[in-house]
């Protein structure tokens, strides 16, 4: 028995064994069953990688520099526009001047009706749709820039 | 729709030129790639590789293109199947061997004279797929292939080919007829 003669026997063999007599989707299926077995890696994914046009990277990392320097301009450019950093100065200014003149009038009676007063107000406090809009956009830039730092660590 | 880890890797390719990133991408999408080539070039594996290669490059160059309209494996199949089509523009003789093969097998499926090992049945079982496959015409190929061996659905199988939906289930149909009678001929079913 010649080489051929035995690849053909031992191939009609294994089919006759599993095949039986079957409709031609489970024929079918039983037939492809073979052709879906997992294929390894070795070595594919580096062999890719290696030879992965550089040019290509050079432009995706220029993009990406560009867009980072441009957030980071505009979201300065707008928080200054806003008068952001003015008034944080002005909030802190006004916070310390109210600190040390509580310090200097302390009255425990003025501070428990204050107390009470402030609570009563907290709803009326609540900061405008505007304000809202404005802290957003500002979290956003904000969050935008540090999502950005994160990525380029990883 | 694309699987949310390959949109999370897609962003970092696109936006940072990230290499581990598309490589994670390559690693988890190769299989699908390598085994749907291997089958449309009659088992050539070097073959099959050398285009999964070169596919995997197109991706990395057009991933900008990429809109998730489908999911990413079929993008990366669409992108595969049209480096198979260049190629065989290119090189009609590299990948119609298998063919010519069949043709010439009067008796249907037969060895090669390069065969193995007699007792390895898998090898045998896997060359006679590629003769049965080969006695498709292109298109009955390319639909059974996505459909039998890649589980793909019809709507994949268009976005893959650029082929009418109607049209596919007509190849399906009449090459599944056709490669369920010529296995039969050929000892399998008893």
Known sequence: MDKQDMHTQTTKGFANEQLTMLSDDALLDQFFAEARQPVADNGFTERVVASLPAHTVCSLRCLSTALNIFTVVAGVALLIYLGFFTRIADFYEMMIARIISGIQHFDADAMLVQTILFIHRVPDMLPSATQIIAIGATMIILTTLALQRFVKQI | ?190
């Open chain 2, 1 to 190: 729709m694309p699987r949310l880890s390959d949109i999370a890797l897609i962003a970092q390719v696109v936006t940072f030129g990230s290499e581990r990133a598309f490589a994670q991408l390559v690693r988890a999408h190769q299989e699908a790639v390598r085994r749907f080539l291997v089958r449309l070039t009659g088992g050539d594996q070097m073959l099959a590789d050398d285009l999964a290669q070169e596919a995997f490059i197109r991706a990395w160059q057009g991933l900008k293109s990429f809109r998730g309209g489908s999911s990413f494996e079929t993008w990366l199949m669409k992108i595969a199947y049209r480096t198979f089509l260049d190629e065989r523009r290119k090189n009609p003789s590299d990948t119609s061997t298998i063919e010519l093969e069949a043709k010439l097998t009067d008796d249907g499926i037969q060895s090669p004279g390069t065969t193995p090992s007699p007792s390895d049945s898998r090898w045998a079982l896997k060359h006679d797929l590629d003769l049965a496959l080969a006695t498709l015409n292109d298109n009955e190929r390319t639909c059974i292939i996505l459909q039998c061996v890649e589980g793909m659905g019809i709507k994949d199988i268009a976005t893959i080919t650029g082929l009418n939906e109607n049209t596919i289930k007509s190849h399906l149909l009449r090459g599944k007829k056709n490669l369920a009678n010529y296995l039969r001929k050929n000892g399998y079913n008893g």
